[in-house]
Nanobody, 121 residues
Framework: QVQLVESGGGLVQAGGSLRLSCAAS????????MGWYRQAPGKQRELVAL???????NEADSVKGRFTISRDNAKNTVYLEMNSLKPEDTAVYYC???????????????WGKGTLVTVAS
């Protein structure tokens, strides 16, 4: 019922910046927590950052101080501003959201298909 579509990935040089976007569309009654995860080749998927509906955030220690998560509730969109990028940030970044897609307001988890971020040294 709901689709999450990421955009903004690409190739950047170390020290550069990139902004990822994730827009939710479909039958949406409400969106609660949203976040970003990433998975590097040969590694497990890991949490990058989370943001609640009221704007409170949590970031992984590996990105704290460099990445900023934000959201625009009017656009059903979450963003990830990435600064001071390092080669170890290279990964497929996935958008995640807990969304009530029914009139009973029961929340279900949704995932985007991912967008590739490559940081060259």
């Amino acid at each position: 019922q709901v689709q999450l579509v990421e955009s903004g990935g690409g190739l950047v040089q170390a020290g550069g910046s990139l902004r990822l976007s994730c827009a939710a569309s479909g039958i949406i009654f409400s969106i609660n927590r949203m976040g970003w995860y990433r998975q590097a080749p040969g590694k497990q998927r890991e949490l990058v950052a989370l943001i609640s509906k009221d704007g409170s955030t949590n970031e992984a220690d590996s990105v704290k101080g460099r990445f900023t998560i934000s959201r625009d509730n009017a656009k059903n969109t979450v963003y990830l501003e990435m600064n001071s990028l390092k080669p170890e940030d290279t990964a497929v970044y996935y958008c995640h959201a807990e969304i009530a897609d029914n009139m009973a307001l029961v929340r279900h988890p949704y995932w985007g298909k991912g967008t590739l971020v490559t940081v060259a040294s």
